[in-house]
């Protein structure tokens, strides 16, 4: 049997409970398909474009995902640190983010006796609402996904989610998005939108019960709740003392930056290049196949050389998107060739490969992140080790703002210029980032393999 010298090592290597196992793929499969539905990269931003006619309210969005997670760091990671059970925490947030999707549904739902200011503004504070509650149901989910899987199969654990799940929103969710908001849609605007949103708030609270039916290993909790004081100096001494830690979040940092340029792909294509709303199918559909691509290279990387590597990965496919959009948004002439009699846009041909690279960084970013900070965190500490990640990305969340404002006053182009540059150091960072398991002997992974 294999010897652990490190006590990480030991956490790193739980034993694998299949039911808990097989009913995170089927919840991420299930959360895959809603999270397209109400997409922050191309269904929601194209929403409040349509009822504001503002492209900063797009970067309005980004911040929220940003720093919205940020507060429940603070005030979360303590309980959730001594809590004997994490499930009844995933459960009771579930609740609320349901909650808060169903009201960003409604509000939309009554846009007819609404103005298409007050509906974005409505669904900017339910979205808020929303991602905030998950940042705390998160840190539980992946407190549980810890003990229940060991590092070697986190890969493919969430490779299977992604991949089956990509499978059905190209199937599915894709042609319903494009009926619902195509020329042939049943609702008017702002209707079909809310129905679309509706829908997908349903198919994400399907997703939690079902992870709720998991039975949760015993936790190594924390003995003494700190205060908030306390838990503060906590989190400056994960910075300070952990080498590993403060690098992972300065690449994710600058990742985070760089992906902020993601929903303004949307707003080239509609404001600056004149494509109609129904191309957002189009745009969801190869970024789509592209994620399902990457996510079977992020599955063998994570569990066959490690999660420092998948970081890498997404690092370059960051940089080589920022750098497309960047030439492609100052370089590109309309008209385009044909290929077999079909004709194909230069244009066109630009934001699908915009969107090949954000689906191939999508696949590998979070995952890499959240199995990297799985690798290296204590279990008595790890939600605050994940908290205080979302605490210490938070200022980048004034990025998307920036990126809004200068989109709308200066030129996108500038926008993906200062994302490239962003991207370009998170790349360079990345080769310095330290492997877990390089610690490891080749008896131990073949052990746990």
Sequence with gaps: MAKFTNPNDHEMFVPLHRRNHLLGIINGVLVQVGNRLLDPMTVLPLLLLRLSGLTWTVGVLQAIIIVSPALPAIFAAPWIDTAERKLPIFK??????????????????????????????????????????????????????????????????????????????????????????????????????????????????????????????????????????????????????????????????LLASAGSVGPFFMALAVQEWGFPDTAVATFLSVQILAQMGGSVLQGRVSDKLGNRRVLVVAAFAGLATTLVALFGAALTPSGGFEILGYGISYRMLVLCLCFVGSGIYTAHVWPGYNNYVLDIAPERKRPSYLGFTNLFIAPVGIVPLAFGWVAQTVSIVLVFAIGALFALAAALLSLRIYEPRDDLTIEQLQVFS
Excluded at 126 to 143: G, I, L, P
Aim: glycine share 6%; net charge positive; hydrophobic share 55%.
């Design 92 to 253: 009771l947030y579930s609740i609320i983010r349901f909650s808060a999707l169903i009201g960003m549904a409604v509000s939309v739902l009554a846009g007819v006796h609404l103005t298409g200011i007050l509906i974005a503004a409505l669904v900017l504070f339910f979205f808020t609402c929303w991602f905030t509650a998950q940042a705390v149901s998160t840190m539980a989910f992946m407190d549980i996904v810890a003990k229940s899987t060991p590092t070697t199969m986190r890969g493919s654990f969430w490779m299977w989610r992604q991949i089956i799940g990509l499978f059905l929103v190209l199937t599915v969710a894709v042609p319903f998005i494009h009926y619902m908001v195509g020329d042939n849609s049943p609702a008017a605007f702002p209707m079909n939108y809310g129905i679309v949103l509706l829908v997908a708030a349903l198919i994400l609270g399907s997703s939690w019960v079902v992870y709720s039916q998991v039975k949760e290993p015993a936790s190594k909790a924390a003995h003494h709740k700190l205060s908030l004081r306390l838990h503060i100096a906590r989190g400056m001494r994960f910075w300070r003392r952990d080498r590993r830690y403060r690098r992972m979040v300065r690449v994710v940092l």
